[in-house]
């Protein structure tokens, strides 16, 4: 059965006088993935969310949601779509009940106040529906902007760094909270975020922009086995000098972090082979660390360059 | 367009005006601190002068305050969403611009007809001045009239804001009263000098002040100046659509739309 396509990008470009800011970009979103937009500032990753929305023009390119183009059937996508920011906040004088009850006009919910009531069931805020938006803390704005993002039953959700700003404690339960939306209702995101951990947590998918171009699209998984060295961390008793000359003569890449502690850079299959040819030189391993690469690793690699990782 | 969604920004604007002192302060309060002090003012001209004076500065100030308000109610609104970094979120719903903006106008007109019937009632009980004097149908045409105007000049001032941000937001309340010499509100056009006369005459308003101050002293319509105020005010219109449209694209695709709020 083929794969059911949300979004569709065909070779999105946006140039801004002189600057290229998006230059190629093509992806798609399939039902009930979640797909991560990284990349170091300037990639383009706001530029691009911006014009999926419509509030950037392209220079050139395609958008299509649901198989209708975008922005011809500008209504009628945005419809089954939803956004949330942490960098756009709710109307600050309203209450969080009126700024809800707004939204649920713009997206023609029916019964808005049942959903309203039941989104802010679900998420914890019933005691805050009529507090003034300003009054909130950060992580309860972000919950109520998730619930705005929530009022028309989005199949896909475009969500831009939804945690910057959050401590890490409520970084940590917003996250929970798009997992347990995404499992509960199947919706599709598309999730841009500075933090690799967030990523390699809730998303199927990486795109990794540089330059306004896509240079990697994986898995998480798949993105961190491009980059093929790990860290072995080694402390022991014994003739340190025994172990430096037998690395030396390997010709692995080392540095000696305290007198007895060693940081060898290598592969991730030489490690076994590593630790045990180390033991035979009379030495007696106390502590085994392994770093395995993260996706932070592939995102240094990519904003410090060289500019591919495969 | 969708009502449903017109009356979802309509919504908002009652919301917004129910809790914010700066828009009941603005409009409210201002207006009718204004028509209070311009009351006795006119008192005062009636003695020292003739009558005529004092009572063309109240009927002046009266719709003065439709073009005041209309325009500021279209501009500030906007800018409410703007400062709380909600206008994206409005515009990436299904919301188009159109509806956006026909009800803001909407907002305005409403705003507008309920603070001049209130200070037109300040007038009358405290200053035995009744603007009906003029006749309902003078008095619906110079408001209709004057509201065209306001939401030509709100609209562009709004594709400004919307193309050069919140640097430029102190025009949204301070640059209609540029007009305000210029359409000669309180005076008669000739006390301007003849340059300045011309750039009147190019306004709208300036007719329904003239057309306004003959009626007081002979009823009747002046067709051919509310023909001519209404003729301009097809062009200044037509010119605003087209200059708010340009402005909105050109926002779009330079991406300030989208930095308005930042």
């Known amino acids: 059965m083929p794969v059911e396509m949300l979004l569709e990008v065909h070779d999105l470009v946006k140039v801004f006088r002189r600057a290229r800011a998006v230059d190629g970009v093509s992806f798609s979103i399939p039902k009930g993935r979640i797909v991560g937009l990284l990349g170091p500032n300037g990639a383009g990753k706001t530029t691009t969310i911006h014009m999926l929305l419509g509030l950037i023009t392209p220079t050139s390119g395609r958008i299509v949601y649901f198989g209708r183009e975008f922005p011809r059937h500008r209504a009628a996508c945005l419809q089954r779509i939803n956004f949330a920011s942490s960098f756009n906040t709710l109307q600050g004088r309203i209450s969080v009940w009126e700024n809800l009850a707004v939204f649920a006009r713009l997206y023609g919910v029916r019964a808005p106040r049942a959903k309203i009531e039941s989104l802010a069931a679900y998420f914890g805020v019933t005691a805050l529906l009529h507090a003034r938006y300003w009054d909130l803390s950060a992580g309860e704005r972000t919950r109520v902007n998730l619930i705005k993002a929530l009022l028309n039953d989005p199949e896909l959700i475009l969500m831009d760094e939804p945690t910057a700003a959050l401590d890490p404690d409520i970084a940590d339960k917003t996250l929970a909270l798009i997992e347990e939306i995404r499992r509960v209702s199947g919706v599709s995101i598309l999730y841009t975020s500075h933090d690799m951990h967030e990523v390699t947590r809730i998303c199927d998918d990486v795109i990794f922009l540089d330059r306004g171009r896509i240079f990697a699209h994986d898995t998480p998984l798949g993105l961190t086995k491009r980059i093929p060295t790990a860290t072995l961390a080694l402390t022991f008793d014994g003739d340190r000098a025994a172990v430096e000359r037998f690395l030396a003569e390997r010709g692995e890449r080392f540095r000696f972090t305290q007198p007895f502690s060693v940081s060898i850079e290598t592969t991730e299959q030489a490690i076994p082979s590593l630790i045990f040819d180390v033991a035979t030189v009379g030495v007696w391993i106390t502590d085994i660390d392994v770093k395995k690469p993260t996706l932070e690793d592939v995102f240094l690699t990519i904003a410090r360059g060289p500019r591919r990782v495969d | ?262």
């Open chain 2, 1 to 262: 367009m969708s009502t449903e969604r017109i009356t979802g920004v309509l919504l908002q604007e009652v919301f917004i005006t129910r809790r914010s002192l700066e828009v009941i302060v603005d409009l409210f309060y201002t207006s009718a601190v204004t028509v209070v002090v311009f009351g006795f003012v006119s008192r005062y001209l009636v003695g020292v002068t003739h009558q005529s004076a004092g009572s063309y500065l109240l009927l002046g100030l009266l719709f003065w305050e439709v073009i005041r308000v209309n325009q500021y109610s279209l501009t500030v609104g906007s800018l409410w969403n703007i400062w709380s970094h909600n206008l994206s979120n409005m515009f990436v719903a299904p919301l188009s611009v159109t509806e956006y903006i026909v009800a803001h106008l909407l907002s305005a007109l409403i705003k507008t007809f309920v603070i001049f019937c209130g200070i037109c009632a300040v007038a009358a009980w405290g200053f035995h001045f009744d603007v009906l004097r003029l006749g309902a149908l003078n008095v619906a045409m110079f408001f209709a009239n004057l509201t065209v105007f306001a939401w030509s000049v709100g609209l562009v001032l709004l594709g400004v804001i919307f193309q050069m941000g919140t640097r430029i937001q102190a025009l949204a309340w301070g640059m209609i009263f540029l007009f305000q010499p210029l359409t000669a509100a309180f005076f008669p056009v000739s006390a301007l000098p003849p340059a300045v006369r011309a750039v009147a005459y190019a306004l709208p308003p300036t007719y329904v002040f003239e057309a306004a101050r003959r009626a007081l002293d002979v009823p009747g319509v002046n067709w051919a100046f509310v023909g001519i105020a209404s003729a301009e005010n097809l062009v200044y219109a037509a010119l605003a659509i087209g200059v708010f449209s340009w402005m909105v694209a050109r926002s779009r695709s330079s991406g300030r739309l989208a930095r308005a709020e930042g």
